[in-house]
């Protein structure tokens, strides 16, 4: 991605990664047209907030019909903008967009109709209700990993709600925005229910200072720590969805063929470039010769490249390579070992990273320290339980993390202790995939959770609602306090009391009543 004027339209130029091709031109959002954006989603929010849900699903039902018609043009297009490869567009970015389109529309309307609560018998007589109110225009900041369904996703689960969506894309793959800007338009969502603002952290920071209702922003720790403080600023809620640093525990007891064909997938797929990636492999100390070589047999036996048949893609954006060549470094520098790969000054041109797992690391180098976002694989051995734990737990990222072991007890045990927003065990990533579970990170790792039924809420004001049939002229907590304090003291005690009076209760209370005549 280059930007150059052209007049005074700014432009995106799109460079395929893998191939180094230039694909397209995209035109930037000026970000004097920022207020515009906002104008035309409030207006846009008066409608699509008053239809009712099953209206809005009609067209959550046409998107996804066209994604399902349109799927292998998507994958391609995710691919060529990527660089991953197309099995990966298509399983790892597209079946997860549809299925939380597919769960939006099975499960919205039940999570987002009103819902009674119990009441109280303290507040006889009245009825209580929770009702979700859409909050108006969200700002989505999506990022270039997984381009589609880090953008739909909370898209989707905020217009459901009702409320309208500006998605700022990520300028690192503009292709995909312009893809899904486009399959909105043509499943037909009313215009200025969702707008997709194009370009980089400029277009973003003015989107952000904009005052949008709600921003839903997924990418690096540094920018969501900017959006918190310009949200802070004008009291908007946020969600941030930041990096991981993802443990992966492997014990001896473990089937160690499918954890070392899983820590190679979950190190290697989408080339590290994912924040639920295993980026730190913590092997017991029993079965780690045994293990290291069946997983670099594993690592070894993978093919690289742009076709059908590639197991990995190439890095899609271009600066993140000086990030894996950094932690490498370092950790050469420190008497690290290369089990698999190449030394960075043997790497060759372009966006191919050799696939490298490295042994010999100190728990405070970088390379377990710091998020990676590329395929390079620290392991490193322990004693016990309580080790790996410590060693788990022992970085500022919370995302994700995977237990490996035979022993139900152990990996729930295990699991319980990790802060981590999701843990799976006997496998790895595959939390995202339900969408009927919560998404979202603990430390630094983000703010707040989406997918789910709190993904739908989150994009809406919670309101608390009380009914009373307003047939007494008084309730009897309200003046005259006269000779009141007596009977309530009776009452609160006999209610709260661990053997309840009832008697007591219903003397006092019809006593509290007729003072009110
Ligand atoms: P990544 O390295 O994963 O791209 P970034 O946090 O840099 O992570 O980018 C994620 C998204 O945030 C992109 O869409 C990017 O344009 C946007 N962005 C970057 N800086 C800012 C900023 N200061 N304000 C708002 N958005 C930003």
Redo the contacts with the bound molecule.
């Keep these: 991605m280059n930007v150059h004027s052209a007049g005074q339209v700014q432009k995106l130029t799109v460079i395929a990664p893998a191939t180094g091709d230039v694909i397209a031109e995209i035109e930037e959002t000026p970000v004097h047209e920022v207020p515009l954006f906002y104008q035309k989603g409030k207006e846009a929010f008066i409608v699509w907030s008053s239809l009712s849900l099953s209206e809005r699903m009609a067209y959550f039902k046409k998107l996804k019909q066209l994604m399902v018609d349109e799927m292998d043009q998507i994958a391609r297009t995710i691919s060529d903008d990527t660089g991953k490869v197309l099995t990966e567009a298509i399983v790892a970015d597209i079946m997860p967009t549809l299925d939380a389109i597919d769960h939006i529309i099975k499960h919205a309307e039940k999570v987002l109709r009103r819902q009674k609560v119990k009441t109280p018998l303290l507040l006889l007589g009245k009825k209580s209700f929770i009702e979700y109110m859409p909050r108006g225009v969200v700002l989505v ?5 997984y381009p589609l369904q880090l953008a739909m996703v909370p898209m989707i689960s905020a217009l459901a709600g009702g409320n309208t969506v500006i998605l ?5 793959t503009p292709l995909v925005g312009k893809c899904i800007e486009d399959l909105f338009k043509r499943a037909g969502f009313p215009e200025g229910t969702f707008q997709v603002a194009h370009g ?2 400029e277009v ?2 003015a ?2 200072a904009g005052k949008p209702d709600y921003i839903f ?4 720790v ?3 720590k ?2 918190q403080q310009q949200a802070a600023k004008d009291l908007i809620p946020t969600t941030l969805e930041l990096g991981g640093k993802d443990p992966m525990i492997v014990f001896g007891d473990a089937n160690l063929e499918r954890a070392a064909k899983a820590a190679s997938w979950g190190a290697f797929t989408n080339s590290g470039q994912v924040c639920m990636s295993a980026e730190r492999l913590y092997v017991e100390r029993t079965v780690y010769d045994q293990f290291l070589e069946m997983l670099k047999k594993e690592v070894n036996s993978l093919k690289q490249g742009t076709d059908e048949n590639a197991d990995v893609g190439s890095m899609t ?1 271009p600066a993140q390579k000086s990030v894996v060549k950094e932690q490498l470094d370092e950790a050469l520098e420190r008497g690290a070992r290369l089990e698999t790969g190449l030394m960075p000054f043997e790497w060759q041109e372009g966006m191919f990273l050799p696939l490298t797992v490295v042994t010999n690391v100190e728990q405070n180098m970088k390379i377990i320290q710091e998020e990676t976002f590329g395929p390079l694989l620290p392991v490193v051995p322990f004693d016990n339980e309580s080790e790996a734990v410590s060693f788990a737990n022992g970085t500022v990222f919370g995302l994700n993390a995977s237990i490996w072991t035979k022993d139900k007890q152990k990996a729930r045990r295990v699991a319980s202790k990790l802060v981590s927003g999701a843990v799976v065990i006997n496998d790895v990533i595959i939390t995202v995939a339900n969408h009927g579970l919560p998404f979202g990170g603990t430390k630094e790792s983000g703010i707040g959770r989406y997918h789910a039924e709190g993904g739908l809420r989150i994009f809406c004001h919670e309101k608390a609602i009380m009914e009373d049939l307003g047939l007494m002229n008084a309730e009897i907590q309200w003046y005259p306090y006269k000779g009141k304090y007596p009977l309530f003291l009776n009452l609160f005690k006999s209610y709260f009391s661990d053997k309840r009076d009832w008697l007591s209760f219903a003397k006092n209370y019809l006593a509290l009543l007729r003072s009110n005549k």
Excluded: D, L, M
């Design positions: 900041i999506s990022p270039w990993n700022k894309p990520s300028e690192v980089g952290k973003g920071a989107f952000t922003f997924t990418g690096s540094r920018t969501g900017i959006i954006f």
